[in-house]
């Protein structure tokens, strides 16, 4: 099926600033708050939030096949459960309603005003109920630096990396969206030189800038999916910041890996951007470094050049952008860890969610975490205040932002933005 919601040529009568992240041809989804307290499925246009629920009832979903309440809820599982075709359907309907030579909605004033709100009239929720999350580690770079500052540069990757994407299962109940603070939390440390634990405040609080992406439906118990099938089961992505308490981790981890250090909480952006609005964006993986497995081996472009960023705002004062990174540099795309998730036959669900790991680059100036950035604390990071970070202080915010960009069109997925109070 054609994907006709891509079209560089399309514009669309809303107005628009030329450097919005969310042009006509990206209509992600999410789900929002009204003025009038009804929370909906809803798409966004520039400044627009659309509810899909109103313009469903209104009937401008005419000839697809959709249930009379699949926009009426609070979470975007059942259609995301529809699948791959219902995606596109729907996608496709909303940017040929939108477009510049259908003003049907337009000139209908009171359905214009049923279906939009401008963006300050909306508050936006968790876009899905995350049922199981995982998370992976799948930058070689950054596996490579972290291996290179906790053993050394000649074994810092472990013996299965290169033959496996590494991954765990996280706790989902603490995923939220952008915009919620979140508090530093307290824990067991080993302060140095110490010989017993203490309790309290994590000292060395840290972001991880990575993508997560949402899954449907996609096997049954025992079924595993083929790498090169995969991407038929992801609906789409998120930015997410998958906060972590260095010194917790660096005492529990061992023999289980991440725990509390990890599960305290997790950022997304709210809108879900989905895989068909990043079509034009694909481009190869990085060449593997051993031999691959066969179930493994993908065929085609699999990653998908997303610039990524993250800036510091101090309480009270600007942002500084601390790293400059791209989702392409990620060495197992997201087919890979999807198939390797599923091959042993564990089942994948609507709403489901699988975080990249964190995102580095070749570059100092690209490494994903604070633990890199400043090199565990040995080379801090000056801010734009004349500050300066080893890792995140209480009340400062973290923002990511992401988009892709061609000479025809830029896909955007907003903000993902967190302020880090005080522990209790």
């Known amino acids: 099926m054609p994907i006709t919601a891509n079209d560089p040529n399309r ?10 992240d969310f042009p006509i041809q990206n209509i992600p989804f999410g789900v929002f708050l009204t003025r009038d307290d009804i929370i909906t499925v809803g798409t966004r246009i520039g400044d627009f939030a659309i509810d899909l629920g109103a313009l469903h009832q209104l009937g401008y979903f005419k000839g697809i096949e959709l249930t009379d309440d699949i926009f009426l809820q609070d979470t975007l599982n059942d259609f995301i459960s529809d699948g791959q075709k219902t995606w596109r359907l729907v996608r496709n309907r909303i940017a040929d309603i939108f477009d510049e030579k259908n003003t049907a909605l337009k000139d209908n004033t009171s359905h214009y005003d049923r279906v939009i709100f401008t963006m300050d009239e909306v ?9 199981d999350y995982t998370d992976f580690y799948s930058s070689k770079e950054h596996a490579t630096n972290v291996g290179s500052m906790f053993r050394d540069a000649e074994n810092a990757l472990m013996p299965n990396w290169l033959h496996i994407p590494v991954g765990y299962h996280g706790r989902s109940s603490s995923i939220i969206p952008s915009g919620i603070n979140v508090r530093r939390p307290n824990g067991q440390t080993l302060p ?13 609080i840290d972001f991880e800038l990575e993508m997560a992406f949402i899954t449907t439906d996609a096997n ?34 061992v023999p289980l890996g991440p725990f509390l250090a990890k ?27 051993k031999e691959l497995l066969p179930y493994l081996k993908s065929n085609g472009k699999k990653s998908y050049d997303i610039h990524l960023e993250v800036f510091i705002t101090p309480e009270k004062s600007t942002p500084t ?3 400059s990174s791209n989702f392409k540099y990620m060495y197992w795309n997201m087919s890979q860890q999807l198939a390797h998730h599923t091959s042993n036959g564990c089942p994948v669900k609507s709403g489901d969610m699988m975080g990249s790991g964190t995102i580095s680059g070749p570059t100092p100036d690209s490494y994903g975490s604070m ?23 209480d009340n400062d915010t973290v923002t990511f932002l992401g988009f892709c960009q061609n000479k025809n069109v830029r896909i955007g ?9 005080p522990a209790l």
Request: aromatic letters at 10%; hydrophobic letters at 35%; a negative charge.
């Open 192 to 204: 140095e030189g110490a010989e017993n634990p203490t309790f309290g405040p994590s000292k060395l």
């Open 371 to 393: 633990l890199e950035l400043s090199w565990n604390g040995q080379k801090p990071i000056k801010l734009n205040d004349g500050t300066e970070r080893k890792f995140i202080n």
């Open 11 to 20: 514009k669309t009568w809303l107005p628009l600033n030329k450097d919005t």
């Open 321 to 323: 952008k601390v790293s």
């Open 413 to 421: 997925f907003g903000e993902c933005s967190t302020k880090i109070l």
């Open 123 to 131: 508050e936006m929720q968790l876009p899905v109920q995350v049922g």
């Open 263 to 289: 599960n305290f909480a997790s950022t997304i952006s709210p809108w879900i951007v989905t895989l068909d609005a990043l079509q034009p964006f694909k481009v190869e993986s990085p060449n593997p470094v």
């Open 220 to 253: 049954d118990l025992g079924e595993p999916i083929p790498v090169n099938q995969a991407e038929e089961y992801i609906f789409g992505l998120v930015l997410f910041n998958d906060w972590s308490a260095r010194d917790i981790q660096k005492w529990e981890y």
